[in-house]
């Protein structure tokens, strides 16, 4: 989440980059100085780079990090700076201290935080001479130990080899990753991970022999105690299950990482886990908190050595547990999971006044925090941001679904997270609306009542602690599922449309924040493209000034190809809105960019850009090149068992935007044009690679399997994989896969689904089951209340994690819009290439199948 909680900084209501803030909090006084004659400079988002002007630097190679905490960022910056420039040596820094304090909380990657400023020595020579004179330079200067570097001496100078320039290649798992040349020049992945390595080609320079001997000469072999096993890491440190090497209890440590790991106040994880021994100290014989074993440093780093308690978080429970993320759940399940739910609330808040009672004031009151075990033992855990009660405070670090707002303090703040609990343990996650439209409070408790039959007025308490005397704002727009389809589309319209910006250049419609990756605020599944897709198909109208913005920017020369990602999409956009003409210089532009394209998916790879393509085959040249992509994805789609059953992050991606299920449906289009069964022997074979990468759950639902959870949505997920096996089997009978479909289409009978979007929500399941399973449309619809949200007169929805509105389609209103408009409107929606007849046309097949 912390790529999003950086797009956060500049606006309350929607995603936007760390540059667009306003001038409210500046940059680092570096950024403001005259860039050097002769020098160029890019000011990123994040990074402000500078080089000199022709500087050839090598595709890879050492790079120094300088890693400083706040109070020494700005002469670290302004040093590096003074060493540099005269030396022409190329570097970039963080452009913020609200940047430094995000890419340094303890949430942010533990990889690659505490990075301040990175300077590129051409060669090893040079390397040694830099890291020599920088560490006379920059002594006194104290910053984070940065995770994937090797540390220089004991000061604040780090390295690692990696890539100097930007390429890419494909993991084990088929995903874009950032690449290096190894010995044989062949990409492979530049692996960024939270411990020092060097690539098996590449031999550590002999200088930093004695730094990597100093850095493994620090080991755990004489603590009193043996650590097992790790229960979580942030960037602040990590949590581990041990025990103690006489008694062998067990025990839980809690470490924290000098500098990293910052909270809003600056303060870093060795002064937060400091202090929450002192208050649990103050607590010290509560059956509701964990007893204190022991308190210890190692290598600058401390430790607090705290009882273990043998349970489950809450969050788990309640996944386990939750009936409306299970297919057709009864009245019967929903009304004794509410018993449990509201037993489980009345404990937690015995626990919280039992704190209170102390003079404590939790402060990071969230399912994560609230540990059960098996005879019904609540403890609350995780008392880094706890203050006193007398102090009147409010929280430094709390989770964004339950923090409360700025008019509370004190016991007042528990008392809010507690209030949020009593919604979130029926609508998971839900309560990350609140801050949007604090009355939204109402609707959910009257959802939550109606759906698991409990009184309304056992949530009358909980909604008037988080309204407080907030006025209402803004009325509630029309619901779908309660008002007409017109009213409703009109509402969404009329919200995307208050949001657009055509002053600006990077996107026109707010959304998810990757349509600030070059070509997103353009593109189909997050710019531009998309949204006036969504309102044109749906009937909601054409804006021709929108339009306009569309065509002059799709012929930015930074976006490259893809059919949700980037031109292909975009011409499909354009020949649906009827600028045949612009449609096909986009086209021309397509087949003129070389073929670096590595993905087979539908996103961004092969697959959307041979749909793409046969879209426009009456072209002789755009058929030769159609033909030329269906025959690359034929050879490197391999057999149905070529499906590696990796874990963790090396296993491969299903569905129908990563997966096999988009190579499939390109087989499946081309199949419908040429008649060549051997297409649909290829399709077979793609589908057969998804749905080895499924698992079937104890309730018949067939998902894709992550390792560590099952997804079901349209991106990466069963409802996508569901879409493409049903357009098959309508082509062919097939016993073995047919019962696949059933099994896949059960996903669309759960109740609830955390966030709302058409990639990864429940848009995305009611444009499915329009043709998988109409029947349980109304459902699907009427669920949408759960995230609705006015906004300037409207109705809108939050994009990707619910921190932020979104109107893109992969994650906000205008997908919303389109799956609303696949279940009601009267002419076909739907996403392209699905829900129609295939355009006629010729198509060569390949002549060996």
């Not at 997908?815 to 996403?831: F, K, R």
Request: net charge negative; proline share 7%.
């Amino acid at each position: 989440m912390e790529q999003y909680e950086l797009y956060c900084l500049a606006d309350r209501l929607f995603y936007d980059t760390p540059a667009n803030r306003g001038t409210e909090v500046p940059d680092f006084a570096a950024g403001a100085r005259p860039v050097p004659s002769g020098w160029d400079h890019q000011a990123g988002e994040v990074w402000m780079n500078y080089a000199p002007a022709g500087l050839r630097l090598p595709a890879q190679g050492w790079k120094i990090h300088v890693s400083a905490g706040l109070d020494d960022a700005e002469r670290a910056i302004a040093a590096i700076w003074d060493y540099c420039v005269p030396r022409g040596l190329a570097f970039k820094f963080l452009r913020s201290k609200p940047v430094a304090v995000m890419l340094n909380s303890k949430s942010a990657f533990r990889g690659s935080s505490g990075k301040l400023v990175t300077v590129y020595p051409t060669d090893e020579a040079q390397l040694e001479l830099v890291l020599k004179e920088l560490d006379t330079l920059l002594a006194g200067i104290q910053g984070p130990y940065i995770l994937s570097d090797l540390r220089y001496a004991a000061g604040p100078l780090f390295v690692r080899y990696g890539a100097f320039v930007t390429r890419y290649c494909l993991s084990d798992s088929g995903e874009r990753v950032y690449a290096l040349a190894d010995a044989e020049g062949r990409l492979v992945p530049d692996v960024r991970g939270p411990t020092f390595s060097t690539p098996a080609w590449v031999q550590l320079p002999s200088f930093l022999e004695s730094h990597l001997a100093a850095r493994n000469a620090v080991t755990t072999n004489d603590l009193a105690y043996v650590i097992e096993s790790v229960i979580q890491f942030s960037n602040g440190g990590g949590v581990y299950l041990g025990h103690h090497r006489d008694s062998e209890a067990k025990v839980v440590l809690k470490e924290g990482r000098p500098l990293a790991g910052l909270d809003v106040i600056g303060r870093d994880a060795v002064a937060r886990v400091g202090h929450e021994r002192d208050i649990l100290q103050r607590l010290a014989g509560l059956d509701v908190v964990p007893a204190v074993h022991d308190y210890f440093t190692l290598g600058d780093h401390h430790f607090l050595v705290q009882e273990f308690v043998d349970s489950n978080p809450l969050q788990r429970l309640i996944g386990r547990q939750f009936p409306l993320t299970r297919p057709d759940s009864s009245a019967g399940e929903r009304a004794e999971y509410a018993e449990w739910a509201l037993g489980m609330h009345a404990q937690v808040e015995q626990a919280v006044a039992a704190l209170h009672e102390r003079g404590v004031v939790f402060n990071d009151i969230h399912p994560g925090n609230v540990l059960v075990d098996e005879n019904g033992r609540l403890v609350l855990i995780d008392f880094e941001v706890a203050t006193l009660a007398t102090e009147q405070a409010r929280s430094a670090l709390a989770h964004p679904g339950y923090a409360a707002p700025a008019d509370r303090q004190g016991v007042d703040v528990d008392r809010y997270a507690l209030a949020c609990l009593a919604l979130g343990l029926f609508a998971p996650q839900s309560t990350m609306l609140l801050h949007f439209h604090p009355h939204k409070a109402n609707q959910l408790a009257d959802l939550i009542s109606t759906t698991f039959s409990v009184p309304r007025a056992t949530f009358d308490a909980a909604v008037a602690t988080i309204v407080g005397d907030q006025p209402v704002a803004q009325p509630d727009p029309p619901i779908p599922g309660v008002a007409p389809w017109p009213e409703v589309r009109a509402a969404i319209t009329q919200a995307i449309v208050a949001g657009a910006t055509p002053e600006r250049d990077d996107r026109l419609f707010p959304g998810d924040i990757q349509q600030f990756e070059p070509g997103g605020g353009v593109n189909l599944a997050h710019g531009a493209a998309g949204v006036l897709y969504a309102l044109a198909r749906s009937g909601a109208g054409r804006f021709p000034e929108y339009d306009e913005w569309l065509r002059r920017h799709a012929r930015d020369a930074a976006i490259g190809p893809g059919l949700y990602s980037g031109l292909h999409g975009i011409a499909l956009v354009l020949t649906e809105l009827g600028y045949h003409q612009d449609a096909g210089e986009v086209i021309d532009r397509c087949l003129q960019q070389p073929a670096e394209v590595q993905e087979l998916g539908l996103y961004s790879g092969l697959a959307g850009i041979g749909l793409t393509l046969l879209e426009y085959a009456a072209q002789p040249a755009v058929l030769a090149a159609a033909t030329r992509v269906v025959d690359q994805v034929a050879d490197r789609l391999g057999g149905p068992d070529d499906v590696a059953e990796l874990s963790g992050e090396g296993r491969p991606r299903a569905g129908l935007m990563y997966g096999s299920a988009g190579p499939a449906l390109l087989f499946l289009h081309a199949y419908e044009r040429s008649g060549d069964t051997g297409l649909l022997d290829l399709a077979r074979i793609a589908l057969q690679q998804d749905l080895r990468r499924c698992t079937t759950d104890d309730h018949g639902m067939l998902q894709v399997n992550q390792g560590w959870r099952t997804l079901p949505y349209l991106e990466e997920g069963s409802v996508g994989i569901a879409l493409v096996l049903q357009r098959y089997l309508r082509h062919r009978p097939d016993d073995e896969l047919a019962p696949a479909l059933e099994a896949l289409r059960r996903v669309t009978h759960c109740g609830y689904f955390v966030q709302p979007g058409l990639f990864m929500g429940r848009a995305g399941l009611l444009l499915a089951a329009t043709e998988l399973d109409p029947g349980v449309n109304d459902q699907l619809i009427a669920g949408l209340a759960w995230h609705a949200l006015p906004y300037a007169g409207g109705l809108a929805f939050p994009g990707n994690q619910l921190l932020r509105l979104s109107a893109d389609l992969a994650t906000g209103s205008a997908g919303v819009l389109l799956a609303l408009g696949a279940a009601l409107h009267e002419q076909p929606v739907a996403l392209p290439f699905f829900g129609r007849n295939p355009p006629s046309g010729p198509f060569e097949p390949r002549k060996e199948v």
